[in-house]
């Protein structure tokens, strides 16, 4: 239980006190009353004794009586209504509630840390009122009335005489059959005669007359003159007197409402209309006896006249209590009480209660109490029997005609008033009200055995329940507390004499005992024992009672030892129902709160949705509509696991309640919508227009758009491209004011600074909402919620700063969406719009809607509501407008060490953009853009640009990762077909009829990569677009042709392009915009080239020059048939160098058709020639010699678009390429240059084109698709492929865990690098005549032509004493000698071919090999010898004849 200001020590004491009858003359009355106080009330702040107080019990032992208090009331003779004290004891409740600025106590308990009011006043309050209003009974005489005052007035006529009627009076009301109310302790009951006199008004010499009088007729000690009154009530405000009355009648103030507004007689009030309950008494209510006000008739707990008494007062709808209370204390809080009595007059009160108490009661409660003492052990002196037998002639008044049966049922017997037994209850009372609780106890336990044996069971409960109490108040506490005896007398109460008044007194009581002994569980137990639901009290549910016991059973629970916080919270739930139940909206409210305290936030997902509903309609009817608002918006944001039946209850009533709260304040701001959730961090926001759709031919840029996901690595692409183009606008160097272009914000993206936007075009902001519900939601009217702040054109701010957060459509122009549903539990994302019309500083708040549900789709009421058929637009049961701001939190800082130790957010600005100043706007479309490819096929096609905005655009360039893939054509590109039909036969390159002489010799054109935008240096990657006039007018459009060619792998492209351009007008925010396009193209095999070169062995051309060479090329379709082709036809071979050139087709076969089908392959071969002279390039001209080798009877111009195009954007992504360049220190320098200059011997520039037609069957319809191959050949000897070859994984191999040794390999260079530093070659007669009869030696003249390869000089050294050793050679070649000089020096400058001119001498006729001698080379600036290697593999044959 909570904490009580009383301990039980003082409490059971104050709540038993000696009960004391007060009957006023009118004229005494009316002196009180100038008081607005009857005289019972003005006595009741001094009702306590100050002093101790000694008595002598009957063995006569003195007896200490501490703290005596006593009750005087006016008499009432009709006992109080049972449905008066349930409306008091609810406004009692309901007027005291918890402090405003109260601090509650914190308990901690496990997880929990609880805020707990520690003290429940209400409790208490309560529990005094009903104590006190208890009505009298006939089974106990604690509160039967021991004496009574009489009271007249001095300022009466005949003061005596009037005494002797309220005596007769007294009598009558007490012995009179027709009164069964009030109750009398004893017979002969003490009369003391109080003489009231007004100080003010009254005579004093004739009171005092008066009472000297009284004191010879009723002796000193039964009478008193009491001076009231010692100024009069107008000089009140002149010194302010304290009111010790106010706290006392506040709590029963509905007494004090009938009691004191229209003088003496109100009590009387109400005459008519409850005489029905008044008649009980046998008089007629405005009948006077003797001149007496018949004031004492009814009970000042009568019902009001207007409320009919069959009513439920504890139904809510019923009880206004709080409103009454309210009302009530208003009209008390403006009445002085004591108005007209001074300090002095309050000290003559309580003198005056201490002489009645001293001199009148106590001695009367002795002599009682010592005569009932004397009869009982007289009887006790007989015989039982005897005794048995006068109880039975005692009890002549029980009811016979009863079986025993019955009064077993009811409450037992019912005894006379003179029965043995009740004189025993009398003295135990008498004992319990003077504090002599030994005595008490055993009286009490005396009767207890003689109600039990004669089964009265009211009375036996009675007893035993104050033998409880006595035994626990004992002092020194000699026996423990019985409480079985209290469990006893509750069940008793309340199963056997159906009285629950009684046992919610037991329950009280010894709850409290117990409470008193921390014996938490067990009062615990009691408490909730009596709070079942099926306990009525006078046939209605006692709610308030239950409410009560349950709250104080919950403060039991927390309090124990190890608090079980569960089980409080349980029982504040319960308690918190019956308060509602009881009407007592606050108190449910406050435990229902309580009780959140503990299920909140740990998994109780249900019942904290109970408890909130029960929250938000308990505010709701105490209009703390933000309170209801706050508990409804609990229940549906947190992941709700109710029904969807229940889910749409719960919506409409937080919809319902919002209504409201907008209604009370309309013009105010937007409230917070709690639903639907809205995922801030995934806002997406958008700059610029949606993409047009493609429209036939016509497909637009794919740009950038909110459909696209997110990805990274292209982002990271798309970032390059634009700042390799911006790098090249700026002469190759990124400024530092540079930030990639964003145009889709998200959380990936860099938020950090403010993004810009462009006046007039539109700003789309995407909101990714979520129903956690499992009912529809329906949003209307949703737009953003935005505030802008307007700048002028020079950047400054307007003089006035405007903030406008809604309207002004022509600053701001705001999309409203009519319609958004929102399925049960279904993500939804949201597009709004905003189309700026002004520069300045935009800020998007959140958005602004109608939130509602669908009408139809949940049950309403139980019943199923069929959904009705909507045309297009939903039926809404109800909604509210409100809003919900977008706040995204920026990304994580994780820069310095402060930022690493601590947790600190970065900014996110996506929703703040910044309205700059109107910029250019492109479009592009593609027409006739193909979708599949073969590889390497050309295809034209036209790219449209369109200029939409109002300013001119200029500086137009694209930039691609693959710029091999297109081509806008050369600069020198003359023949621009005007649109894709106008080519001849619809072919992409540029042709030229021939004549089929020149068939195989090649036809020799010139081109620069200057002219096709390859030039050192420069960025191959961007591409500038040939705009005419370089500029493209607002609203202009222009077509260019550009030609694809299908990547060299299979399989699916996707190429980026990205579009640059700048406005005419240089912008200070925007320097540049862009525009992506995404091309995806599916590429399917064609032909496989192959090529090696090899040197030719005759050194001399026709110009008599060396280093002729041959060029084999071989064809191989790859296709598979699956794109329909049918045969591709070589239609063209060309080369491209700047240092050689075909000449001629050497043809292997006579047989001129290049054709091939399916899997078929092709050889071809071809002789190469250096460039003549003035052909050569010299290294910075970067002109290109083309020569054309014609399969067909049309050449193809290779020099031109696009055919050279292509092969120089083949080249530069070949240059690219990187080449792994070793590290060497400065002593490897020489050995190094040296090994590149023998390395560059055998290194060819040499660039073949492959030109193909391939014939597709499609649809029946035949078609002529066209291609090229490049192979570039680097390297003598080494083979050349069209297309990139799959690289064999490395087999595994085991890991080494030692570290491996720095092992520098020499350089030194191979062996087929020095083959090709010097060529040799043997010039001869392939057979000699040599009549060797004639002449025994044979000699033949032989010329010996060394070649320099390389670009340095070269010392060579040949050595002609080598002899084959092998024995195979000696056998098939035999032996010969050469003659002459054996050895050789010579010096052979770059490129220089020299011949010597040997002899070789033979003896006899045979086949010999000439290709003996050994030569040894060095380059001239170099110390190290390599010996060149001798082409063996073709050997010098020569045939030496006889003749």
């Not at 549910?541 to 919950?554: I, K």
């Not at 084999?1112 to 790859?1118: G, L, M, R, S």
Request: hydrophobic share 35%.
């Amino acid at each position: 239980m909570a904490q009580c200001v009383q301990s039980v020590q003082e409490l059971i004491p104050d709540s038993f006190v000696p009960c004391v009858a007060a009957l006023c003359s009118d004229e005494a009355e009316r002196l009180t009353r100038l008081n607005h106080l009857s005289f019972a009330e003005l006595l009741k702040p001094f009702s306590r004794l100050t002093s101790e107080v000694h008595m002598r019990d009957p063995n006569n032992q003195l007896h200490v009586i501490k703290n005596l208090k006593i009750a005087v009331s006016n008499i009432i003779t009709q006992p109080p209504h049972p449905g008066a004290i349930r409306k008091l004891l609810n406004d009692v409740v309901s007027g005291s509630q918890p402090a405003e600025g109260l601090v509650a106590n914190v308990i901690t308990a496990g997880d929990y840390d609880l805020n707990i009011s520690a003290t429940t006043p209400w409790f208490e309050s309560y529990r005094e009122t009903f104590l006190q209003s208890m009505p009298a009974s006939d089974h106990e005489f604690l509160n039967h009335y021991l004496a009574c005052m009489l009271v007249a007035s001095s300022s009466e006529a005949e003061p005596v005489e009037q005494f002797s009627k309220l005596s007769q009076e007294q009598h009558r009301i007490q012995h009179n059959s027709d009164y069964s109310y009030p109750k009398w302790f004893i017979p002969n009951t003490l009369k003391y005669y109080v003489l009231l006199h007004d100080v003010s008004a009254g005579d004093e010499q004739r009171a005092e007359s008066i009472y000297e009088e009284m004191k010879q007729k009723y002796g000193t000690q039964g009478c008193y003159l009491l001076k009231i009154n010692s100024r009069t009530s107008n000089r009140a405000s002149d010194e302010q007197i304290p009111d010790p009355w106010s706290q006392y009648l506040q709590k029963n103030s509905i007494q004090n409402q009938e009691s004191y507004e229209d003088g003496p007689c109100t009590i009387t009030s109400n005459k008519s209309s409850d005489s029905n309950l008044l008649s009980l008494d046998g008089l007629d209510n405005e009948v006077k006896v003797d001149g007496l006000p018949n004031n004492f008739r009814a009970h000042p707990l009568q019902l009001d006249s207007s409320s009919d008494p069959s009513n439920s007062i504890d139904g809510p709808d019923h009880v206004k209590s709080a409103s009454s209370l309210h009302e009530t204390k208003k009209a008390n809080t403006g009445i002085i009480h004591g108005a007209c009595l001074t300090l002095t007059d309050h000290d003559r009160i309580r003198q005056f209660i201490q002489e009645f108490t001293f001199r009148g009661l106590l001695p009367h409660i002795e002599k009682t109490i010592r005569q009932l003492n004397d009869q009982l052990i007289s009887r006790k002196g007989l015989s039982r029997s005897l005794f048995s037998a006068t109880k039975k002639w005692f009890s002549g008044s029980k009811v016979p005609e009863k079986s025993i049966n019955e009064l077993k049922n009811t409450s037992g017997l019912l005894y006379p008033p003179e029965a043995p037994e009740l004189q025993i209850r009398k003295m135990a009372d008498l004992c319990f009200l003077v504090q002599h609780y030994d005595l008490a106890y055993s009286c009490y336990h005396t009767a207890k055995k003689d109600f039990l044996n004669d089964q009265a069971m009211l009375y036996a409960a009675g007893a035993l329940e104050m033998a409880a109490v006595s035994a626990f108040l004992q002092p020194g506490a000699p026996r423990p507390y019985p409480a079985h005896y209290m469990d006893t007398a509750i069940q008793t109460y309340r199963d056997i004499c159906k009285n629950m008044v009684l046992a919610e007194r037991c329950v009280l009581l010894s709850a409290e005992i117990l409470k008193s002994q921390s014996k938490y569980s067990e009062a615990a137990a009691l408490l909730i024992r009596l709070t079942s639901e099926q306990n009525t009290w006078k046939g209605m549910d006692s709610d308030l009672r239950s409410a009560l016991l349950l709250e104080q059973a919950a403060h039991c629970f927390i309090n124990m030892k190890s608090p079980m916080v569960r089980k409080y919270a349980f029982h504040m739930i319960l308690a918190g129902h019956r308060f509602s139940k009881a009407g007592q909206k606050k108190h449910a409210l406050r435990c229902y709160c309580q009780a959140m305290q503990v299920y909140k936030g740990k998994g109780w997902s249900l019942a904290e949705d109970h408890i909130n509903f029960t929250i938000g309609r308990q505010s709701y009817t105490l209009r703390q509509l933000d309170n209801a608002v706050s508990a409804f918006r609990h229940i549906l944001i947190n992941e709700s696991k109710q029904s969807a039946a229940q889910q749409g209850a719960f919506l409409r009533e937080y919809l319902y309640v919002y209504k409201n709260v907008s209604q009370l304040s309309p013009d105010g701001p937007l409230p917070q919508l709690p639903l639907p959730y809205i995922n801030s961090s995934a806002t997406r926001v958008f700059f610029g227009h949606d993409r047009r759709p493609a429209d036939g031919e016509k497909q637009a840029a794919t740009h950038v758009s909110l459909d696209q996901e997110y990805d990274s690595e292209s982002s990271q692409q798309w970032r390059e491209l634009e700042e390799q183009v911006v790098a090249v606008v700026n002469r190759g160097v990124i400024p530092s004011t540079f930030h990639p272009t964003q145009y889709c914000l998200n959380s990936y993206s860099d938020n950090s600074r403010f993004p810009l936007a462009v006046v007039e075009e539109p700003v789309t902001v995407e909101v990714a909402f979520r129903n956690p519900l499992k009912v529809p939601l329906l949003l209307t009217d949703l737009s953003l919620l935005w505030k802008f702040q307007p700048k002028d054109s020079s950047g400054k701010d307007n003089e006035e700063v405007k903030e406008l957060v809604t309207g002004e459509p022509e600053m701001i122009g705001t999309e409203v969406i009519s319609e958004f549903l929102i399925n049960s539990e279904e993500s939804k994302v949201a597009r709004l719009k905003l189309f700026p019309h002004h520069i300045g500083e935009l800020h998007i708040l959140g958005v602004v809607y109608n939130l509602g549900t669908i009408q139809g789709c949940v049950t309403v009421d139980g019943i199923d509501a069929l959904p009705r058929c909507h045309t297009g637009k939903h039926s809404l049961s109800m909604s509210v407008r409100g809003r919900q701001d977008l706040e995204i939190q920026g990304p994580r800082l994780n820069n310095t060490k402060e930022e690493k130790t601590s947790i600190k957010y970065g900014p996110d600005r996506r929703l703040d953009p910044i309205i700059t100043e109107e910029m250019p706007l492109l479009e592009v479309f593609f027409i006739h853009f193909p979708t599949g490819l073969l590889c390497g096929e050309i295809r034209k096609a036209y790219v449209e640009f369109v200029n939409v905005s109002k300013c001119p655009l200029t500086g137009l360039k694209v930039v691609s990762k693959r710029p091999e893939f297109f081509t806008f054509g050369g600069n020198t590109a003359v023949l621009t077909p005007l649109s894709p039909s106008a080519s001849e036969n619809c072919s992409a390159y540029k042709t030229v009829v021939t004549d089929s002489t020149s068939v195989c010799t090649a036809l020799i054109s010139s081109a620069s990569s200057v002219d096709f935008g390859i030039g050192i240096g420069s960025q191959p990657e961007v591409i500038p677009v040939p705009l005419p006039d370089a500029v493209l007018l607002p609203g202009a459009s222009v077509q260019l042709p550009m030609w694809l060619r299908g990547p060299d792998e299979e399989g699916v492209h996707e190429i980026n392009f990205l579009f640059y351009y700048e406005s005419v007008k240089k912008q200070p925010k925007i320097r540049h915009r862009i525009l992506r396009h995404t091309a995806v193209i599916c590429t399917s095999r064609s032909l496989n080239v192959r090529a090696t070169v090899c040197r030719s062995n005759s050194l001399e051309d026709e110009e008599g020059r060396g280093g002729n060479m041959l060029v084999f090329v071989d064809v191989e379709n790859t296709n598979t048939s699956e794109a329909g082709v049918k045969e591709f036809h070589i239609v063209q071979v060309s080369s491209s160098s700047k240092h050689w050139k075909l000449q001629k087709s050497v043809n292997l076969s006579e047989n001129k058709d290049a054709k091939l089908a399916s899997r078929e392959k092709g050889k071809f071969c071809f002789k190469a020639i250096r460039c003549k002279e003035k052909e050569v390039a010299t290294q910075f001209s970067e002109k290109y010699t083309f020569a054309d080798i014609i399969f067909g009877n049309e050449q193809i111009i290779s020099s031109a678009s696009p055919c050279a195009d292509f092969f120089y954007r083949s080249l530069s992504s070949e240059i690219k390429k990187p080449q792994a360049q070793p590290s060497v220190h400065a002593e490897k320098q020489s050995i190094e240059d040296a090994v590149r200059l023998i390395q560059k011997c055998s290194e060819v520039d040499l660039n073949i084109v492959v030109l193909w037609k391939a014939y597709v069957v499609e649809d029946s319809k035949q078609l002529i698709l066209e291609g090229q191959h490049h192979v570039t050949l680097h390297t003598i000897g080494k083979e050349a492929f069209s297309c990139p070859q799959k690289q064999e994984p490395p087999e595994m191999e085991l890991l080494k865990f030692f570290r491996p040794e720095n092992t520098t390999v020499p350089l030194r260079p191979s062996v087929e690098q020095l083959s090709n530093l010097i060529k040799t070659s043997l010039h001869y007669p392939e057979s000699f005549n040599h009549p060797f009869h004639q002449k025994s030696l044979c000699l033949v003249p032989v010329t010996l032509l060394l070649s320099n390869c390389s670009k340095a000089d070269v010392d060579v050294i040949v050595d002609l004493r080598h002899k084959t050793t092998s024995p195979e050679a000696l056998e098939i070649h035999g032996s010969f000698t050469w003659l002459g000089q054996t050895q050789y020096k010579l010096q052979l400058k770059s490129q220089e071919i020299h011949s010597l001119q040997l002899k070789a001498c033979f003896v006899h006729t045979g086949v010999y090999n000439l290709g003996t001698p050994r030569v040894f080379a060095k380059l001239s600036d170099q110390v190290t010898v390599f010996e060149t290697s001798q082409q063996n593999s073709m050997p010098a044959l020569i045939i030496i004849n006889n003749v």
